[in-house]
């Protein structure tokens, strides 16, 4: 363990330094922020009313739009002068949502990310090649400080050029793959076309993160490169990569809670859940000083799990994201994650794991059509073979998803890979 003191804290010690890290979080923003002066001062809530844990239900819900109306510093709780690095979330649309990080909190970080590299098995004999991009976009940087603060050798490769990954994991022989998980299926891809086997490669475990992915997908990485697949999670508004992430005993990501509160709420009703209770996560930063927030709505859905880990850790752990509440389509009515298509479409033989879905509206009916990609292109000379391997896909996923869906089938090679975060829904509704 990184840190073992801290990570088999008992309940009760735990709480205390919540506590206490939670009053000062709330002082520092009520005094620097004016967004958080007003928004308290509205729900009548003083930094003085913060007296246990509970009273965190007191204060009201920050959302990105806070962020989006207070951009691009407005929520930054330290002077410009102490702030150090500018990250800003991966949006696509409108102006990016900015973060600052003060010296203290690239500290911090580093060590949320070391301990979560340490759960997945990483060590200084490791060599880790960082398939994130470098940029505005926390990934990278995140993994990058983590890993050389627990002595691993680090090498930034960024984001695409997949066959020089390639040869370059090849050649130095890395052990540790930093990338999503999207892409590091495209990259074994990669390695199989160039005819690089994974035994003359020495990959041993893959941090994965920045987005969803299905346990089907985990079966399929671990198998394809030989590796030990965990998965991590962040966000931009919450420090980045280092909220949560897996030990190797994949029993849900283990929550640096020393430093971020979860929560679990019903998104539409905003009431706090019973722990067990799948709903929205909501998280309160106790540690960070540059913008540190307040029961941020994350709109990830999971769940948390208090049973203990056999790793020894006791810190609460939260369960795969099932999916964005604002990514879950609604089609005639009916709720559709894509991480459930996506479970579906692993599970069959010969198709690839990339797929899209497309949603149309014709007159007033939602349609939802799911191209999946052929594994190789053998199939397509047997219309029969192709005609029940349709069947089978449109039968499972009306199984799963209560809903008939279009299939189409496409030729090999010709669904877009990604070298970042996956766009697999396209909603033509809009
Ligand atoms: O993706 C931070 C990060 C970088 C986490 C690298 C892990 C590794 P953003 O770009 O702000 O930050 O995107 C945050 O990505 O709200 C989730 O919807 C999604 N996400 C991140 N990790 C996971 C995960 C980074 N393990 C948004 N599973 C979050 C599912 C994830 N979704």
């Not at 999503?180 to 299926?185: G, H, Q």
């Not at 349709?390 to 189409?408: C, M, N, Q, R």
């Amino acid at each position: 363990m990184w840190n073992k003191e801290v990570e088999t804290l008992p309940r009760d010690k735990m709480e205390e330094i919540q506590l206490e890290r939670l009053k000062d979080t709330v002082k520092r923003v009520y005094e620097n922020v004016p967004f958080y002066r007003n928004r308290l001062d509205e729900a009548g809530v003083s930094p003085d009313n913060i007296k246990s844990l509970d009273d965190i239900r007191r204060i009201p819900f920050t959302v990105k739009d806070d962020l989006r109306e207070n951009y691009p510093f407005g929520m930054f709780a330290a002077p410009m002068k102490d702030i150090v690095r500018i990250h800003a979330s991966s949006g696509t649309t409108g102006k990016p949502t900015t973060v600052g990080y003060t010296k203290a909190d690239l500290e911090l970080w580093s060590e949320c990310v070391a301990r979560i590299i340490a759960m997945a098995g990483g060590t200084c004999e490791d060599i880790a090649q960082i398939a994130f991009g470098y940029g505005l976009f926390t990934g990278a940087f995140g993994l990058h400080y983590g890993l050389e603060k627990i002595g691993a050798a680090v090498i930034p490769m960024s984001s695409g050029n997949t066959e020089k990954q390639i040869m370059i994991m090849k050649d130095y022989q890395s052990t540790i793959l930093v990338s999503t998980p999207s892409y590091a299926m495209h990259m074994v891809e990669v390695m199989e076309e160039l005819g690089v086997k994974k035994s003359e490669l020495n990959l041993k475990i893959g941090l994965f993160g920045a987005e969803g992915s299905t346990e089907e997908m985990r079966a399929q990485l671990e198998k394809r490169w030989g590796i030990l697949a965990t998965e991590n999670y962040g966000m931009s508004e919450l420090i980045g990569p280092g909220v949560s992430g897996e030990c190797v005993h994949k029993t849900g990501m283990h929550i640096n809670e020393d430093y971020f509160i979860p929560e679990i709420i019903d998104p539409d009703t905003g009431e706090v859940l019973k722990d067990g209770e799948t709903g929205e996560l909501v998280i309160t930063t106790i540690g960070k000083q540059g913008i540190p927030l307040l029961r941020y709505r994350t709109k990830d859905i999971t769940y948390l799990i208090k049973e203990p880990c056999p790793c020894g850790r006791t810190t609460t752990r939260m369960a795969k994201i099932q999916g964005r509440s604002d990514d879950m389509l609604i089609i005639r009515g009916v709720n559709v994650f894509p991480s459930q298509v996506e479970s579906v479409l692993l599970g069959i033989e010969h198709i690839s794991p990339h797929y899209q879905l497309i949603v149309e509206r014709e007159g007033f009916i939602d349609k939802l059509k799911v191209v999946v990609e052929l594994e190789d292109s053998s199939l397509l000379e047997s219309f029969a073979q192709l005609e029940k391997l349709e069947e089978t896909i449109k039968h499972k996923l009306h199984t799963v998803l209560g809903l008939s869906a279009k299939v189409e089938l496409a030729e090999p090679r010709t669904i877009e890979r990604f070298t970042g975060k996956a766009k697999r829904v396209i909603d033509l509704r809009k």
